[in-house]
């Protein structure tokens, strides 16, 4: 919406420059979003609220600055030959209508309202004789100035009106309309209006049209018909003022994918007390431009009146509220300004009655001296209850003449029972050198299905150990959304994977070919008629883990730095078993990745990216893929660091070397030492691996170390050996072979 | 090298000399020293205990001295063992600097090399600015409250006063949950398009006062663009007890936005429209790049937007009347902010959609 400050001061005396008025507007919330000149006049765009229909037009932001600076608002009072009657006068009504119709009482013109709920009022004149052709430069130029396109004379004139009082009126070619009525009424099945835009439109039943006798002529409230448009040609001209109902016109307005100047007024609350001074104003403009005379009286049909509020307002609500008193004196001149009746209640005989609208019952009503009766007027329908009032007050009050203050208050700071558990995931990945990324939430719903499997409800338990092959997992349902940005968006992330696959691939693309991403969120699926949604962490790696350099070769990331990284994360955990095993989803590498197992749940899963999968994605390098389950891991304690006395005696290693068949796996080897259950042996590791043709084909040699100590002495030659041999027994009990020790 | 002589005569003048000789040998057979290890070779010929040079004197001159020189005898060979002592001890001073430096010499590294980095991984600026948001209001006594960001309609619009069909929908460019035709309005899946939900879902668990900060992701039907988002963050914030006012809002957030941007800065109200708060403000704060002087940044007007806030409409308290919410004994203040917004403003990023896109050139520009 744009605005013509010199026209504001026909309306109001304002002392201050245009400049300091749009800043004294904008600070009252009538904001003036740019001031600009344009052919030597000030224009203002206006950056308006919704709730502010009623000042979107010259007359209302006037009315605002009256109340700003304090000073008289000017009435608007349209001069038509032989007319007395003031236009604010209470509005003619239909006398025992039938039921549902109401007709004007003018019967030189029947207006006939069929659906009062659609239209409440409606207002009409009639000039005739007009000669339809360009209108008064003066028009012209302020039409071009809010940036719009001259037409003619009597278009021009509801169009000066829209933007000087606010109102939507339409102007018929009289002649055109038959039957001599208007009728407002729902459109019938199969009935098409072309409209003002040059559009065929089927009409539903819930369409409200204006018609004739005969056929519909306008849309209520959005658009009028092309059929019944002012022409060159018109000589006799109708003019429309009504009040349609903003849902009605809103829903219209939507069907239809039309949004007219009307149309957005409407739906939000059109003045329903303006329509005969809006009509009147149209009138004279046309007179003024077109010549012609009035043919009958004003038409001004009501199907229903719009009740006018009544709001108490108690000066005590003003301070618990706002936290300062405003005087009366001050609230009354505020209020008067801005177009409502004010009355002290103290000095009325008769108690302020609750009026419908009133947020508050009687009950809690506390009478005191100083309190007001408080009148809506009919354009400020966001205005409903007292707290309504008191924004009223502030604005013009100005919201920064409020001092600053800090609120007392006595209660715990309570945190939320995951967020020591989420600063450690976090806190974790970022020490282990992977970046933090957010991807968008959206995903395929190919991708969805295709990695919403590995943590679906069903899936919680742990699979059959070492059956080696893929884990069939039952899908989990993805959550589609109704209207996505496009396909591949269709559906809710029901895997963090898919994001930080693309945004490896996007680094890849740009050449940035060591990358190390992760992100935690959550994902969703659909859990019958709802949803399910849950967090999880995401990681990413791929390339170089140290680049080359003068000091070393570049040293690949690998799948056992990934599980070094997931066991770091997992250790952070309170569990008593962790285990590792092959059973995953199909789009890891079948060799090159693992479940995590802890305390009997899978809790993630990690490895590498199935090479089709990667091919699929033009991915050129391994890359290297894990989800944790987070929920699942929450629901272990953050593990509490335990100290243990660290022994005085001293430690005594031990190597084996060892040649086994591919087939027995590091696990089974540990597994099989550990269920020897010796107390001594503090730790047993691999120390090399090697294949070759000195093992042979399906083999392997290996070089374990073992570390043996006692908290309580020095440990004999004799136990250790005993021990040794054990641990030899056991592993030769797996097809190892002892080559040295 | 010295060997130890019998004494020629228990004279002072025989003594002397046979000391002075004794010295005079020391003396030239630690200066012959080469390295550490001749040192080790000397100290072991003179200090062994058994048969040492000084031990060797012990024996040689004391113990074969008669009676009465005895006395004289034995307090020359105490001197000069400690003399003897102290030299050798100077000696391997002096060889061990002169090794040892040779030593460092040929292990010194080009310390301006680059050293080797193992990098920790960087926070995501978005993040990093809504920890530090977060941060601030927990100091300021706000507990941290979390909701779904797949929402009902009821907590999205109704229950925060956006009736069915109301033209302030429009502006939310709702994304919708397929398949929910068949429920109430009311009941239908949404993606939150802001985190004011979660002002419903806590007061309805907890009865007043209240004081909450929400950090979370909401979602807009926007594709993605430089100045669009899909996706993005917002902190919320609700105070809620029987003595909240209007003046408290604007405290309260002069106070956070000092902590946030430093104490300079200024911050100012201008009255806006949300269905859920009444009165209704967007707070500006003065350029945290000008200081308020006027720039690029600010489109030279000195201020920048930063949030909405406002005072609870009662209709919200309405829905949770029942825990304590009674709108004519309690009032409360809620604001919220878009996260990356600050962060674009704070660092200077021009496109929002580099948030998204992983790039680790981006992200790692921000440890």
Redesign the interface.
């Known amino acids: 919406v744009r605005i013509i400050p010199a026209w504001l001061r026909e309306f109001v005396h304002i002392a201050a420059d245009d400049r300091q008025l749009a800043e004294d507007l904008?600070?009252?919330?009538i904001?003036v979003e740019s001031v600009q000149e344009e052919h030597g006049s000030t224009v203002y765009e206006m950056d308006l609220?919704?709730?502010?229909v009623d000042a979107m037009n010259h007359y209302g932001v006037a009315r605002e600055a009256s109340a700003i600076y304090d000073v008289e608002l000017k009435k608007v009072e349209p001069k038509l030959p032989g007319e007395t009657a003031d236009p604010s006068a209470p509005a003619a009504k239909s006398t025992s209508p039938p039921v549902g119709i109401t007709v004007s009482e003018r019967d030189a013109f029947p207006i006939l309202i069929e659906d009062a709920q659609g239209c409440a009022r409606y207002t009409a004149r009639i000039v005739g004789n007009v000669k339809i052709g360009p209108s008064p430069e003066k028009i012209v130029k302020r039409l071009e100035l809010l940036g719009s396109r001259s037409i003619n004379n009597a278009a021009d004139a509801t169009n000066y009106a829209i933007n000087e009082l606010g109102h939507p009126t339409h102007a018929f070619d009289l002649d055109l309309l038959e039957g001599g009525t208007i009728i407002v009424r729902r459109a019938r099945e199969g009935e098409v209006l072309k409209t003002l835009d040059g559009v065929d439109r089927k009409l539903t039943t819930e369409d409200l049209v204006i018609a004739d006798a005969k056929k519909p002529v306008a849309l209520a409230g959005v658009m009028g018909g092309f059929d019944t448009m002012i022409t060159e040609r018109t000589k006799n001209v109708l003019i429309e003022s009504a009040w349609f109902d903003p849902?009605t016109v809103?829903?219209m307005a939507k069907r239809h994918g039309v949004h007219t100047d009307a149309s957005h007024r409407f739906?939000?609350g059109a003045d329903y007390g303006i329509t005969p001074l809006a009509c009147d104003r149209v009138a004279e403009l046309i007179l003024q431009s077109a010549g012609g005379e009035l043919r009958v009286e004003r038409i001004d049909a009501v199907a229903r009146e719009l009740p006018r509020l009544t709001i108490p307002l108690r000066q005590s609500e003003i301070k618990?509220?706002?936290?300062?008193d405003i005087g009366e004196g001050e609230v009354e001149r505020s209020l008067r300004r801005l177009g409502f009746a004010v009355r002290r209640t103290a000095d009325a005989s008769t108690p302020p009655s609750a009026s419908s609208g009133s947020?508050?019952d009687d009950n809690?009503y506390e009478r005191t001296d100083g309190d007001f009766s408080v009148q809506v007027p009919t354009w400020r329908l966001d205005v409903e209850?007292e707290?309504?009032l008191?924004?009223e007050l502030?604005?013009i009050y100005g919201?920064?003449n409020?001092?600053?203050?800090?609120?007392?208050?006595?209660?715990?700071?309570?945190?939320?029972p995951d967020?020591p558990k989420n600063a450690k995931v976090?806190g974790t990945?970022?020490?282990?050198?992977?970046?933090?990324?957010?991807?968008?939430?959206?995903i395929s719903e190919e991708d969805a299905r295709a990695f919403g499997g590995s943590h679906s409800t069903k899936s919680a338990l742990s699979g059959t150990p070492e059956s080696g092959g893929s884990l069939s997992i039952p899908a989990c349902e993805p959550?589609?959304?109704?209207?996505?940005?496009?396909d591949e968006?269709a559906c809710?992330r029901t895997s963090l994977l898919p994001g930080?696959i693309?945004?490896?691939s996007?680094?890849l693309n740009?050449g940035?070919t060591n990358?190390?991403?992760?992100e935690a969120?959550?994902i969703?699926q659909k859990l019958g008629?709802?949803?399910d949604?849950r967090r999880h962490l995401g990681f990413a790696a791929t390339g170089h883990l140290?680049s080359k350099?003068?000091?070393?070769a570049a040293l690949p990331y690998t799948f056992f730095h990934m599980k070094g990284d997931l066991e770091e994360l997992l250790a952070a955990f309170q569990h008593q078993s962790l285990s590792f095993d092959a059973n995953v989803p199909e789009y890891f590498h079948p060799g090159r990745a693992a479940r995590a197992v802890m305390d009997g749940e899978t809790v993630a899963y990690f490895g590498q990216l199935h090479p089709d999968h990667a091919a699929a994605r033009k991915l050129r390098q391994e890359v290297y893929i894990a989800e944790v389950m987070l929920d699942r891991l929450y629901r272990h304690p953050l593990r509490e660091p335990r100290y243990r006395r660290i022994s005085k005696f001293p430690a005594v290693e031990r190597d084996f070397s060892f040649v086994f068949d591919d087939g027995v796996t590091f696990e089974r080897i540990q597994s099989a030492v550990a269920e020897l259950g010796l107390a001594e042996l503090q730790s047993f590791v691999p120390a090399e691996i090697y294949r070759g043709e000195k093992v042979g084909a399906g083999k392997y040699s290996v070089l374990l170390h073992a570390e043996f100590q006692s908290q309580e002495r020095t440990l004999r030659d004799d136990e250790v050996a005993q021990w040794s041999a054990q641990i030899i027994a056991s592993l030769e009990k797996l097809g190892g072979v002892l080559r040295a020790q | 090298m010295y060997t130890v002589p019998k004494l020629e005569g228990y004279s002072p003048e025989a003594l002397d000399r046979a000391v002075a000789e004794m010295f005079s040998a020391l003396d030239s057979e630690t200066a012959a020293l080469q390295s550490e290890a001749e040192w080790k070779v000397l100290r072991d010929r003179w200090l062994a205990r058994k048969n040492g040079v000084l031990t060797q004197i012990n024996d040689v001159w004391l113990k074969a001295a008669p009676g009465p020189a005895k006395r004289e005898v034995g307090r020359r060979v105490n001197e000069l063992k400690a003399r003897a002592e102290a030299a050798i001890e100077e000696a391997h001073s002096k060889i061990h600097a002169s090794s040892a430096g040779a030593l460092l010499a040929a292990e010194r590294l080009d310390i301006s090399l680059p050293g080797i980095h193992r990098p920790i991984g960087v926070k995501h600026p978005v993040l990093r600015v809504m920890d530090e948001i977060v941060a601030v209001f927990k100091a300021m006594g706000y507990s941290v409250g979390e909701g779904p960001e797949v929402e009902t309609d009821y907590y999205n619009f109704e229950s925060l006063n956006f009736p069915p069909n109301h033209p302030a929908r429009d502006t939310q460019d709702t994304l919708l949950i397929a398949g929910q035709e068949h429920k109430p309005s009311r009941d239908r899946l949404l993606l939150r398009t802001h985190t004011s939900p979660v002002q419903i879902r806590t007061m309805e668990k907890q009865p007043p006062p209240l004081r909450i900060v929400i950090p979370g992701k909401v979602h807009r039907n926007d594709p993605l663009d430089a100045t669009h988002s899909p996706i993005f963050h917002q902190v919320e914030g609700l105070a809620v007890d029987t003595n909240i006012t209007f003046c408290d809002l604007k405290g309260t957030l002069d106070h956070a936005m000092k902590a946030l941007f430093g104490p300079a800065v200024k911050t100012r109200f201008y009255p806006s429209f949300f269905p859920f708060t009444e009165p209704s403000a967007d707070m500006q704060v003065s350029c945290i790049f000008c200081g308020g002087k006027g720039c690029r940044k600010c489109k030279n007007s000195g201020w920048i937007e930063l949030l909405g806030c406002g005072m609870v409409d009662p209709n919200v308290f309405e829905f949770v009347k029942d825990n304590g919410y009674d709108s004519s004994k309690v009032s409360g203040f809620a604001f919220g902010m878009g996260v990356e917004r600050i962060a674009m403003l704070k660092y200077e990023v021009e496109g929002i959609q580099l948030f998204y896109e992983g790039d680790v050139r981006f992200l790692e520009q921000f440890a």
């Open positions: 904008t600070s009252a919330g904001a609220t919704t709730n502010r849902a809103r829903s739906e939000r618990r509220n706002l936290g300062i947020a508050r809690s209850r707290i309504d008191l924004e502030a604005r919201y920064n409020f001092p600053n203050t800090l609120p007392g208050f006595s209660d715990a700071v309570v945190e939320l967020e976090r990945m970022l020490a282990l050198g992977y970046d933090e990324a957010i991807s968008i939430t959206f959550l589609p959304v109704a209207n996505p940005l496009n968006s809710m930080l693309n945004m490896v996007y680094n740009r940035t990358v190390r991403l992760f969120g959550e969703f008629d709802g949803h949604e140290t350099s003068v000091h070393s």
